[in-house]
């Protein structure tokens, strides 16, 4: 229970509010300064926000950032919302978030990997390339541009995983996480790297 209410009070927290809106932006950014290749593969540092938002702040946020991402990136690159691909954005930050609870050490190298891998596994190389293929159709068969894209996000899990390793291991980092999740009381929390890796409220 105190987990659940710890997820859902976030959206009761100004500061953590004010950190998911600059996630969000980050990633609008990422898809107008993209490296498009035809209409069904791109490199961008897009979903690395959304990612990276589930880890810190669970799968609630995390599909909020997604979603709300992934509309505002529509607006600004004029592009029709594909809701498919909106599905898969938000994905990103659920899996994300929940595949990190999982671990008892979610800023563990072993479990920044996972969860991002999970994430891109499922979210960008199946739910995303549904959406592609359904909108703009695949010329040389789903599972060919299902490959395709699966090779393109291999840099870019890797670059995602180093910045992850060099964001939740660095101490200022990890005491505004505490901030962020402490909510409207402000009460001490720990966010010991070398503990257990949660965030627990005392």
């Known amino acids: 229970m105190k987990k ?7 959206f009761g927290n100004v500061y953590a509010m004010v950190i998911a809106a600059m996630m969000v932006a980050i990633s609008v950014t990422g898809k107008v300064y993209a490296i ?10 897009e979903n690395l926000p959304v990612i990276l938002s589930g880890i810190i702040m669970g799968p609630v946020v995390g ?9 505002c990136g529509c607006l600004a690159m004029g592009y029709a919302v594909n809701p498919i691909i909106t ?13 990190s ?6 800023f563990s190298p072993v479990a920044l990997v996972v969860a991002d891998v999970s994430s891109h596994i499922i979210g960008s190389i199946i739910i995303k390339t549904i ?11 789903f599972f060919v541009l299902m490959g395709q894209r699966a090779l ?5 899990a890797i670059f995602e995983i180093i910045i992850f390793e060099a964001l939740l ?3 200022y980092t990890q005491r505004e996480i505490n901030k962020m999740l402490a909510g409207k009381k402000k009460r001490p929390v720990t966010a010991d790297r070398e503990g257990d890796g949660k965030i627990d409220v005392q």
């Open 4 to 10: 659940t209410n710890r997820v859902f009070g976030i």
């Open 36 to 45: 498009n290749i035809g209409l069904e593969l791109r490199i961008s540092y």
């Open 63 to 71: 599909f909020a950032v997604g979603v709300c991402a992934d509309l």
């Open 87 to 99: 599905l898969g954005m938000a994905s990103l930050g659920v899996t994300s978030g929940i595949i």
């Open 101 to 106: 609870m999982l671990f008892r050490n979610r």
């Open 131 to 141: 959406g592609l293929a359904v909108y703009y159709g695949a010329e040389n068969g």
């Open 152 to 156: 393109t996000y291999i840099p870019v």
């Open 169 to 171: 291991t660095n101490k």
